[in-house]
């Protein structure tokens, strides 16, 4: 081997005892069976991953016979903080609560527990200095504490709006390198019906859907740089799931391999010619993304392979083969089901009768 092909996998500390000829034992962690990136959607800064990442961890270890499979944390410092009393905080923690967009769904990435395949993706609109509100000093402006854009838009404290304003969703991918919405007559009529609570303004223009879609191309080209045969999922939620299929269409404009599956949970991508910018295809285009996915898989490693000792470096555990797996049930009997390879899959779960979504 040279120092390119050299990589740490585990590492421990012992007691150094002269003329002691003992050999320290280490633990060498199971690799992980695959990475998962999920992504939010709009108006959304994240507030489901915890739960997702959770019962992701708890799936894959029953599907694999795996222990060890553990979700990250989220809002840690943001749950401390709140738990010190008013006149006891310090600077640092009173910061940490004036900011609940940043902090109340950040991922813990120091918790030592932690081993998880899922990769939560954040992503939203940054306000430009010129689209920030500001006073006669040029100083950002406050209404009732908080910053807003030249529309009027709530801003973050970092003049940011995680997953973008809900009216500047789109239903297509071409619209994403648009101008935002505009507040037409509808909806300023729309607006003078809403409670206080909501706000409806103009729209910036939509470029930071297509800088999500370059970093999320970017992170999956990153990940086959360093282990080229990794096995990529993109699962993404509303807004999320136009983001992803663009960054596939980006993947393969630029020779690269798409995500091995892509889960579309609730998308409002539109296939309707009336709602769609005319002369625009999007069933066409669809299909041609999804058959970018699915035409050629990636077998490598084959399922085989991880049920070999020499080769499956522990991502699956004994009770585990290619051909079948096993989980117990609600009430502990133990239920046998055929086992599958999902490299290659584009499966779309489309929302419920009374769920409310953008498009």
């Given at each position: 081997?040279?120092?390119?092909?050299e990589?740490?996998v585990?590492q421990?500390?012992?007691?150094l005892i002269?003329?002691?000829?003992t050999?320290c034992?280490?633990?060498?962690?199971?690799?992980?069976?695959?990475?998962?990136?999920?992504?939010?959607?709009?108006?959304d800064?994240?507030?489901?991953?915890?739960?997702?990442?959770?019962?992701?961890?708890?799936?894959?270890n029953?599907?694999?016979?795996r222990p060890?499979?553990l979700a990250?944390?989220?809002?840690?410092?943001?749950?401390?903080?709140g738990?010190?009393?008013?006149?006891?905080?310090?600077?640092?923690q009173?910061?940490?609560?004036?900011?609940?967009?940043?902090?109340?769904?950040?991922?813990d990435?120091?918790?030592?527990?932690?081993r998880?395949l899922?990769?939560?993706?954040?992503?939203?609109?940054?306000a430009?200095?010129?689209?920030?509100s500001?006073?006669?000093?040029?100083?950002?402006?406050?209404?009732?504490?908080?910053?807003?854009?030249i529309?009027?838009?709530?801003?973050d404290r970092?003049f940011?709006?995680?997953?973008?304003?809900?009216?500047?969703?789109?239903?297509n991918?071409?619209?994403?390198?648009?101008?935002?919405?505009?507040?037409?007559?509808?909806?300023?009529?729309?607006?003078?019906?809403?409670?206080?609570?909501?706000?409806?303004?103009?729209?910036p223009h939509?470029?930071?859907y297509?800088l999500?879609?370059?970093r999320l191309?970017?992170?999956?080209?990153?990940?086959?740089?360093?282990?080229?045969?990794?096995?990529?999922?993109?699962?993404?939620h509303?807004?999320?799931?136009?983001?992803t299929?663009?960054?596939?269409?980006?993947?393969?404009?630029?020779?690269?391999?798409?995500?091995?599956?892509?889960?579309?949970v609730?998308?409002p991508?539109?296939l309707?010619?009336?709602?769609t910018?005319?002369?625009?295809?999007?069933?066409?285009?669809?299909?041609?993304?999804v058959?970018?996915?699915?035409?050629?898989p990636?077998t490598q490693?084959?399922?085989s392979?991880?049920?070999?000792?020499?080769?499956?470096?522990?991502?699956?555990?004994?009770?585990?083969?290619?051909?079948?797996?096993?989980?117990k049930?609600k009430?502990g009997?133990?239920?046998?089901?055929?086992?599958?390879?999902?490299?290659?899959?584009?499966?779309?779960?489309?929302p419920?009768r009374?769920?409310?979504?953008t498009?």
């Open positions: 081997m040279n120092g390119a092909d990589y740490t585990a421990g500390t012992t007691r002269p003329n002691l000829n050999t034992k280490m633990e060498v962690p199971a690799d992980l069976p695959g990475v998962v990136i999920f992504l939010h959607g709009v108006n800064p994240g507030a489901s991953y915890e739960s997702v990442e959770t019962g992701l961890c708890q799936g894959v029953e599907r694999l016979d060890d499979l990250g944390r989220y809002g840690e410092k943001y749950k401390e903080a738990n010190v009393p008013y006149e006891k905080r310090d600077s640092d009173r910061a940490l609560l004036d900011d609940p967009d940043t902090y109340l769904y950040q991922r990435t120091k918790d030592p527990k932690t998880s899922l990769i939560p993706f954040y992503w939203g609109y940054r430009d200095p010129s689209e920030i500001r006073d006669k000093n040029n100083d950002p402006t406050k209404l009732r504490d908080q910053y807003q854009d529309q009027g838009n709530r801003l970092h940011s709006k995680a997953g973008g304003f809900f009216v500047n969703a789109t239903n991918l071409l619209d994403m390198y648009d101008k935002g919405l505009p507040l037409t007559g509808r909806l300023k009529a729309a607006r003078l019906m809403l409670p206080n609570t909501h706000f409806i303004g103009d729209n939509r470029r930071y297509v999500a879609a370059h191309s970017m992170m999956v080209k990153e990940i086959r740089r360093v282990s080229a045969n990794e096995t990529i999922t993109i699962m993404a509303s807004q999320g799931t136009l983001i299929l663009l960054a596939q269409a980006l993947l393969v404009d630029a020779g690269h391999r798409c995500a091995d599956t892509i889960i579309m609730d998308t991508y539109c309707f010619p009336e709602v910018p005319k002369d625009q295809d999007t069933l066409t285009t669809l299909t041609r993304i058959a970018q996915v699915t035409q050629a990636h490693p084959p399922l392979d991880l049920r070999n000792p020499a080769t499956y470096y522990g991502r699956t555990g004994p009770q585990w083969s290619p051909t079948q797996g096993s989980r049930d009430v009997n133990l239920t046998v089901f055929p086992e599958r390879d999902n490299r290659q899959g584009v499966p779309v779960f489309l419920g009374h769920h409310r979504r498009g």
